[in-house]
């Protein structure tokens, strides 16, 4: 029998990406496949920090085996920002528009555009938590363009390509995404570790 995992998250983008990737390796099922209907807190200062505290909330409701991710656009000549914030880098009640418009308000003079995504898994497997890390190096463009995928999707040009992730159909995306980089390692680690 398939392995379960619990996907903590209520980002139906995070799953459709996350489920691409793993195929039918594993049984993902997101919180709503599992009845859960709570909105989990992201309060702390680092995305390790916010991805362990939305696994082992989950983990501590459900008893089983489960992993979250926290990502943050890490942006260089704002020294990182907005990093950890980036759901809420607009302020409370904002969305990806909003998010956006601010990013390249505080870019509009700026020559160096460089940037990063970064995401963070945290996986709770037998009571014991690992983490897994994917990066993917790009720019942040002046003028948004594109209308797949979602947050700062617009206006990202991973390095290798010309296109922003919005211009990409999910596969395209996949070839360059952080979020499928960590996966990946996810992956391995859980096939290295037996769990099937
Ligand atoms: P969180 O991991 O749910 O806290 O996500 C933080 C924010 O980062 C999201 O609200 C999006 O704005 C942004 N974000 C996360 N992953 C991606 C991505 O793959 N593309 C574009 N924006 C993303």
Redesign the pocket.
Known sequence: MKSTLIFA?N?Q??VD?IKKVIGDAFNIITLKEAGIDIDIP?PHDS?EK?ASEKSSVIHKLTNQNCFS?????EVDVLNGE?G?K??R?AGEGKN?QD?IDKLLRNLAVKANRNAR?R?VISLVLDDKEYFFEGICEGKIIADQKGNN?????PV?IPNGSNKT?AEMEMDE?TIF???RKATDKLIQFLKDHGTH
Do not use: I, Q, W
Request: charged share 25%.
């Open positions: 998250t980002n983008h995070k990406e992201e995305l916010n991710e926290d990502t943050g656009l907005p950890v980036s759901a880098y990806f998010n995504f995401t995928g979602f947050g700062y999707d990202f992730f995306k995404s952080h979020r």
